[in-house]
């Protein structure tokens, strides 16, 4: 069985008046859950705040100090960089790291085979010490930290096909031998990172992939790159859990981004990821929502994508 980990507390993150990463979002994919009929299909994973050791796993104690401390003074946007907030926002981002951890803790331990965690606001582009690019938390980083801390996976993959480039969890793993970074993105595009040449460094050395594509490439374009550059090094790295960065801003008919995947690409995109961990990873998948700002383009991709978790 697939989980679904949401709490309504992500909506409560507001960045204002026509910002992109609107609340609106969360409720957009759990309606397109819903009208696909797969919401009653997918059991309910307990949601949680992280916990501040959780969180010093992957940032700073001063960066968490000062972005708490600020948030709450009721700063518009977060002092390290372009990241929008309100007062609800340290709340809405603890949770949404706490989601992704127990998502986490479910598929770990068998309550379920794999997870979607719908939250807000996204992670990807947050630094151990710099919140950006809509991100407070590395969500996604949280949760790989936790499966090695929490439950002894030795080897994780993090694959990231949102349009733009995962800077932030490239930045924490770029050291770190035990996780495999891939990410496929559209460049030139925000943030700038994201070359061929950034392969990681130290331990972590060839433990950093990333496939910048242009704008205007679709769904084969993507495919091929995860088969021909992720599917032979993961099979080199023999992962024990694999999580997703599942960004639906790559998705045609996007405000920010310029690529053209369809939702049958989410879903063969995810058919890969599951094929990975199907064939080193006990089939264990927890993935957890990054960009998408098209809202009915987001509903609809999210359920492609969760319904290929399903298996269907």
């Known amino acids: 069985m697939t989980g679904l980990a949401v ?4 909506v409560k993150h507001d960045p204002g008046w026509g910002h992109p990463e609107c609340p609106e979002r969360y409720e957009a994919v759990i309606t397109g859950l819903a009208e696909a009929g797969l919401a009653e299909n997918l059991a309910r994973i307990a949601a949680r705040d992280a916990t501040r050791e959780e969180l010093r796993r992957v940032h700073t104690s001063d960066y968490l100090d000062l972005t708490e401390h600020t ?3 009721g700063v518009a946007e977060l002092v390290t960089g372009d990241t929008a907030v309100c007062e609800a926002s340290w709340d809405a981002a603890v ?3 706490g989601l992704a951890a127990s998502a986490v803790d479910a598929v770990m331990t068998r309550q379920v085979q794999s997870a979607f965690c719908v939250v807000r606001p996204p992670g990807h582009h ?4 710099r919140g950006m690019g809509f991100c407070i938390f590395n969500n996604v980083a949280v949760a790989a930290r936790h499966a090695q801390m929490a439950h002894g996976a030795e080897r994780v993959l993090i694959v990231d096909w949102d349009v733009h480039h995962g800077n932030g969890t490239q930045d924490i793993f770029y050291e770190d031998g035990s996780v495999l970074f891939f990410s496929t993105h559209q460049w030139p595009l925000y943030p700038g990172t994201g070359r061929r040449t950034e392969r990681g460094a130290g331990a972590g050395l060839g433990k950093t992939i990333n496939c910048p594509v242009p704008e205007g490439s679709g769904g084969d ?3 091929g790159a ?3 550059e992720l599917e032979p090094a993961a099979e080199e790295f023999r992962p024990g859990v694999v999580l997703i960065s599942a960004g639906f801003d790559s998705r045609a008919g996007d405000p920010l981004g ?3 995947l369809r939702d049958e690409d989410f879903a063969e995109m995810t058919r890969l990821v599951m094929g990975i961990a199907a064939r080193h990873a006990g ?3 927890i993935s957890v929502l990054e960009g998408g700002y098209n809202l009915e383009g987001l509903g609809l991709a999210a359920a492609a994508h969760v319904e290929a978790l399903t298996g269907s």
Do not use: Q, Y
Request: hydrophobic share 60%; proline share 0%; glycine share 8%.
């Open 95 to 97: 949770r949404a790291a």
């Open 71 to 73: 948030i709450k003074d």
């Open 258 to 260: 310029g690529l053209l």
């Open 226 to 228: 995860m088969r021909e």
């Open 283 to 285: 089939g264990r998948v």
């Open 7 to 10: 709490d309504a507390l992500c």
């Open 221 to 223: 374009v993507l495919l």
């Open 126 to 129: 947050a630094s151990a010490a």
